[in-house]
């Protein structure tokens, strides 16, 4: 397991140097790779996982492609709880766990500190963040207006290329199409998944890059919400109706279930975490 909860053994791992552990600060005098090292991996690192100077500049393209899928890995295990709230990561230990060396996994760890899923403790790496009551009613102050203006803008794009519909239309279609089928996953990750791009795909319909940078921002922390609450299947039934008045090219009326769906899905939320009635 990549994260330790408070152990004086986990505190001892995870004493960094970046987040979760930084070269040089691992556990039991463990050995950075370099040249001369032996037991290398695929990627061209060494022992410890590390580059060469020479060899890291080098491999800057594939080390950014690695940081990427490594920061999409790290991002599903907190959306779906593999990752639990306030886990402390452990930069080695999330490195073996994906079968990759730190450099990326670092630069995953960084940038999800960004997104606001993880936080970074003093002198000690970086943990899942827990969403208090505050963090989730902020949230949703902010989602609510940019997920309506998605929504009014999609169906805008969809009324304005008539009779030609959007390439975008059959790929909410399709997110559409997986939530509903993702409903049965008694684990739920498929669900949460499905639920995301449905609203992503939202956002690309609208063809505004601004506002898909924004929510963007977003992304990682409502993946986290919404792992962290159930769908009810009123909800469900909402995602439908939003598409069909996208599709339709009713911005008003897509606008409006859009607002409810935010709305209820800010109910849903409070009396899951927060017990309210």
Do not use: C, K
Not at 67 to 85: G, K, L
Not at 203 to 221: D, I
Request: proline share 6%; glycine share 12%.
């Amino acid at each position: 397991m990549a994260y330790v909860t408070g152990s004086s053994a986990g505190r001892e791992r995870a004493r960094p140097g970046g987040p979760g552990g930084g070269p040089g600060h691992g556990s039991g005098g463990e050995r950075q790779g370099g040249p001369g090292n032996g037991g290398g991996r695929a990627d061209g690192t060494g022992s410890g996982g590390e580059r060469p100077d020479g060899a890291e500049r080098a491999g800057a393209p594939e080390r950014t492609s690695l940081s990427v899928r490594a920061r999409d890995a790290i991002r599903q295990r907190i959306a779906d709880r593999t990752y639990p709230q306030g886990a402390r990561l452990v930069e080695r230990e999330v490195a073996e766990e994906l079968r990759m060396s730190r450099v990326p996994v670092r630069e995953a760890l960084r940038a999800l500190v960004g997104e606001g899923l993880l936080e970074l403790l003093p002198h000690s790496g970086v943990r899942v963040r827990r969403l208090d009551r505050a963090d989730v009613e902020h949230l949703y102050e902010v989602w609510e207006p940019l997920a309506v203006q998605a929504s009014r803008l999609a169906a805008r794009r969809v009324a304005r290329s008539a009779p030609v519909e959007p390439p975008g239309v059959t790929a909410l279609r399709a997110s559409l199409d997986r939530a509903e089928q993702a409903a049965s996953d008694p684990e739920g990750a498929r669900e949460v998944a499905a639920h995301t791009a449905f609203h992503e795909d939202i956002v690309a319909l609208s063809g505004n890059p601004m506002l898909a940078r924004t929510m963007e921002r977003l992304g990682g922390q409502l993946r986290l919400l919404f792992g962290m609450r159930e769908e009810p299947e009123h909800m469900r039934a909402q995602h439908a109706v939003m598409f069909r008045y996208i599709a339709l090219g009713d911005e008003d009326s897509a606008a409006a279930s859009t607002l409810l769906h935010v709305r209820d899905s800010r109910t849903v939320a409070l009396r899951s975490l927060f017990d309210d009635a």
